[in-house]
């Protein structure tokens, strides 16, 4: 079973100027603003495109990153589109995520944003999800 899945928004990694916060004693690391936004964008617009429960099986994603400006490394946006999967209720844990293949980043200045692919991978008895 293969599902495609549209995110209408630039997207943006979590590395990008990270902070960093103090609550209480301890101090943590947080991704930036730009990030937050996307990411609660993308969130809604998976959920919205998503009817069904988490899927539970190891899959396969093609993402196709649409960026504004040619910048940002590949892997810091697939950690990003791996947590927006799992935020969003497609897959249960970004975990479950055993291939990348053919994702890779492009620019579209007029209509950033993320186009992904995602496939369920056969389980050791041969079953889908």
């Known amino acids: 079973m293969t599902r495609t899945l549209v995110i209408e928004s630039a997207p943006r990694t979590k590395k990008n100027s990270l902070q960093r916060v103090k609550r209480g004693k301890r ?27 988490p899927w539970q099986c190891p899959v396969e994603v093609t993402a196709l990153v649409y960026r504004e400006k040619a910048i940002g490394d590949l892997v810091g946006f697939l950690q990003a589109i791996g947590d927006v999967l799992e935020k969003g ?4 844990n970004d975990r479950q995520i055993a ?6 980043l492009l620019k579209d200045t007029d209509r950033p944003r993320v186009e992904v692919e995602i496939r369920a991978l056969r389980d050791r008895r041969d079953r889908a999800c």
């Open 99 to 104: 291939s990348w293949d053919g994702s890779r």
């Open 89 to 92: 209720g497609v897959i249960e």
């Open 27 to 53: 101090i943590f690391t947080v991704g930036s603003d730009a990030h937050r936004i996307w990411e609660q964008k993308a969130t809604w617009q998976l959920r919205t495109q998503w009817h069904e429960s």
